[in-house]
């Protein structure tokens, strides 16, 4: 087992993704968007006081895709929408969870854009955040 917060070891993705005890949605996920986007994994510690620690980070070219922090008990995994896809995301709410329609409501944006997370954890959080990045990335 990997200690998530050494900021000295840098993990391999596989350890990282399995310190969530239920690792098989972010699995998922990530398997997801490596064939869906052709996108390279990048391993970054951060030492933000909200989420300190070893993260998972993929971009599409230079445009982010998400951001995990993998934790035991959760992984929360952080999707940035533009002012655009904010606009799609309202018009089609319904198709999320209260919890994520509650946070961007709740939300003031920055320079026109929200940071929503889901909490990856079980099939729901991952249909969620997969949702979620195919409406970012929606033409």
């Given at each position: 087992?990997i200690d998530k917060m050494n900021s000295k070891i840098k993990p391999a993705k596989n350890n990282l993704v399995m310190v969530v005890k239920n690792y098989t949605p972010l699995k998922k996920l990530c ?109």
């Amino acid at each position: 087992m990997i200690d998530k917060m050494n900021s000295k070891i840098k993990p391999a993705k596989n350890n990282l993704v399995m310190v969530v005890k239920n690792y098989t949605p972010l699995k998922k996920l990530c398997d997801w968007i490596e064939s869906e986007f052709g996108a390279k994994h990048q391993i970054d510690y951060s030492t933000c006081s909200m989420a300190p620690g070893w993260n998972l980070k993929y971009k599409k070219g230079s445009k982010s895709i998400c951001t995990a922090y993998p934790n035991r008990d959760e992984c929360h995994v952080m999707i940035t929408l533009n002012a655009v896809a904010l606009e799609r995301f309202r018009t089609v709410d319904k198709l999320f969870s209260k919890n994520l329609r509650d946070l961007e409501k709740s939300m003031k944006p920055l320079n026109g854009a929200k940071w929503l997370s889901v909490n990856v954890v079980d099939d729901a959080g991952f249909e969620e955040a997969k949702k979620l990045i195919m409406l970012k990335f929606e033409k």
